[in-house]
């Protein structure tokens, strides 16, 4: 989600490239459905649901419906907090929980509801039907340059849409609808295949999309069951869903546990699928992937543990960061956990939720309990303790445990006509599906006895397999200008010294100014190399990310290899490479040393690498293609691809011709 400037590229940064790709099954869990907790729990759930309810009573406005986006967990204590539309999004749906759970009269809700939709219908400022991130919690005014927010939108739709189907009320419904039909979904595509991040007077469309899997699946939705501005269902398969896998826990990667959470608040998608997953049991594996990390990680941090986990987006020693864990790129992971991240997966991992709570609630209490129940976060072993709540985390953990216990949500929304036809238009249908896992790709570099001339041209190269990489099929992150995208050809050879490489990637704009290590920042060829075979470890001397950024001439090319503790590979003659730019693009032709990398080269021998192709230019568009780079079973372990070195006579075979000296 858009929070406090959250966005995509955090969980592919430049210099890590992770493509998904697809095969059969695995180990899976079975689906958890909702059920009725134990006589034990019973009280227990209801003591925090009903603590995280007062949030929302305490610090809604009366005539607006606006919520606070925040308050202090302290009793006395004041809140001047501006609006979150996401938070109203959330209370929308509270409200009749708190109706069936006797702490609010019906006909009080309904009136509260009745009058929050008049004042977003007529007040709360927006464009296009979408509305800013944060308003004025008086007069629904934008506040200070906060952005247009697609998926903020779409949390409140979400509520708005459950609470027409549970009142079932005329007054309701109208003002419903008058709200989502004005909402110009294809607008916020702004001519792209996915929705732009955000927009906002002073910037314009953002650059960056929700192109990957997270909770954008519920914007998705929404705009695909629009019924009058509704986004081509082939919308959804524009989204990036990278699998990884965290011990024997294969899932979508996505670190932050709330992004697995927040779509199944309103979408009851167990025993379905959409032909590439089936994303309940995604987020099972999620979040005992989640509790699996930090349970692996409490020898060096004392705050997690079998009973002290979930890593999600919170607040945290250092301000409020999107914590998560593998697999995908973990940015942030400092010992702080969120009570409401281990707990809204209670309808995906009853016990082991239930179990964080209550040791949570046992232990910690005098810190970490308040007048609205738990406190958003907490890290032990740096003795801190959030004295905030969230509305975006209080909301999922109340109706999630509602989901778990009677399914009301579901239930309800489940009814809700647009949403029905999303998923049909989508493809959704009955049975589980483990997700797609193939094998690495396999690449065989010829054997040249004669060597290859690096000049940063091909004219020596020998026929052979060429490495077709594409926006289409090995895209990691980003998007790229023009229709035909962006894509490059690479290729590799080797004979008893050295692994060559080219690289040709077309990019009418080369952008090369970045020194030393900052590289990776600029348009950048990368290898990545596990001359062990054991998977690449990131940041492990033993393997190699070696970046080539091209220059408009030789002294312009840089080179760097980050994981060696920092050093340029061309300064000590561990690499040798050239490039040649033009207007279409750039060539960047290398040989590493055999001896560098730690390989004795045999025909046969199958050495495990990945080439990567970083592409930004001076308009602001920043992308990345990656060949194969999977991360597996460990904390920053990641599979690459395979190169097998083809014995001479395979050459020879072919037919190729000889080459001159």
Not at 421 to 428: N, P, S
Not at 551 to 570: H, T, V
Not at 578 to 597: C, N, P, Q, V
Not at 613 to 635: A, I, M, Q, S, T
């Amino acid at each position: 989600m858009f929070f406090r400037s959250l966005v995509p590229s955090l969980w592919s940064p430049i210099r890590l490239g992770i493509k998904y790709s697809l095969l059969g099954a695995f180990i899976l869990c079975s689906p958890v459905a909702a059920q009725e907790p134990s006589a034990s729990h019973e009280a227990f759930l209801e003591e925090v649901q009903q603590s995280a309810f007062r949030f929302f009573e305490e610090h809604h406005h009366p005539h607006t419906g606006l919520v606070r986006d925040s308050a202090s967990n302290r009793p006395g204590a004041a809140s001047n907090a501006p609006a979150s539309i996401a938070g109203v999004g959330f209370a929308l749906t509270i409200y009749p929980v708190a109706v069936e759970r006797g702490w609010m009269n019906r006909a009080s809700a309904h009136a509260l509801t009745v009058r929050t939709l008049e004042f977003f219908l007529d007040h709360v400022a927006q464009q296009q039907g979408f509305f800013y991130h944060f308003v004025n919690f008086e007069t629904g005014e934008r506040v200070s340059r906060s952005e247009l927010s697609p998926i903020d939108t779409a949390l409140f739709l979400a509520g708005a849409l459950f609470a027409a189907e549970y009142y079932d009320d005329a007054q309701i419904r109208d003002l419903v609808q008058k709200i989502y039909e004005r909402v110009d979904f294809p607008w916020m595509l702004n001519k792209g295949k996915t929705f732009a991040l955000a927009w906002s007077p002073e910037m314009g469309f953002s650059k960056a999309r929700w192109d990957h899997f997270d909770e954008s699946l519920l914007l998705y939705v929404l705009a695909i069951g629009s019924p009058t501005h509704p986004v081509p269902a082939e919308t959804w398969r524009g989204i990036l869903r990278p699998v990884g896998s965290y011990r024997n826990y294969r899932l979508i990667q996505m670190p932050p546990l709330f992004a697995h959470q927040y779509p199944h608040i309103w979408l009851d998608l167990r025993g379905q699928n959409d032909g590439f997953a089936d994303y309940f049991e995604n987020s099972v594996n999620a979040s005992r992937a989640n509790r699996a990390f930090c349970i692996d990680q409490a020898s060096k941090f004392a705050g997690y543990g079998p009973n002290l986990w979930g890593l999600s987006a919170s607040e945290g020693p250092t301000g409020y960061r999107a914590y998560g864990a593998p697999p995908g790129w973990t940015v942030f992971h400092d010992g702080t956990i969120a009570p409401s991240a281990c707990g809204s997966s209670v309808v995906f991992t009853p016990e082991e939720s239930i179990a964080c709570l209550e040791n949570i609630r046992t232990h910690y209490s005098d810190a970490m309990w308040g007048s609205y129940g738990f406190s958003d976060a907490m890290n032990v072993g740096k003795g801190w303790f959030s004295d905030k709540v969230l509305a975006i985390d209080q909301g999922p953990l109340l109706l999630m445990i509602e989901n778990y216990r009677t399914e009301l949500i579901w239930k309800f929304m489940s009814q809700s006509a647009p949403v029905r036809a999303a998923l049909e238009k989508i493809g959704f249908r009955k049975g589980a599906l483990p997700l797609p896992w193939p094998e690495p790709p396999v690449y065989r570099a010829p054997y040249v006895s004669q060597g290859i001339q690096v000049d940063g041209f091909l004219k020596d190269w020998p026929p052979g397999e060429t490495i077709m990489m594409n926006s289409k099929e090995h895209k990691d992150f980003g998007d790229f200008e023009g229709p035909e995208g962006f894509g490059a050809k690479v290729r590799f050879a080797w004979d008893n010294e050295y692994l060559y490489f080219v690289a040709k990637v077309d990019d009418d704009a080369v952008v090369a100014s970045k020194t030393g290590e900052h590289i990776w920042r600029d348009d950048l060829l990368e290898i990545y190399v596990d001359p062990d075979g054991d998977g690449l470890f990131w940041n492990d001397p033993r393997d190699y990310q070696l970046g080539f950024r091209p220059g408009r001439d030789d002294r312009e090319l840089a080179a760097w290899s980050w994981f060696q503790g920092g050093e340029d590979p061309l300064e000590g003659k561990k690499v040798y490479a050239k490039s040649y730019t033009d207007a279409k693009g750039y060539i960047i032709e290398g040989a590493i040393r055999w001896d560098f990398l730690g390989v004795t080269p045999e025909p046969g021998k199958e050495i495990r690498l990945s080439p990567a192709v970083h592409e930004v230019d001076r308009k602001g568009w920043d992308g990345k293609l990656v060949w194969f780079f999977r991360n597996e079973e460990k904390y920053q372990r990641f599979v690459l691809g395979k190169v097998i070195l083809a014995q001479e006579k395979e050459i020879r075979n072919a037919d190729a011709p000889k080459r001159k000296t």
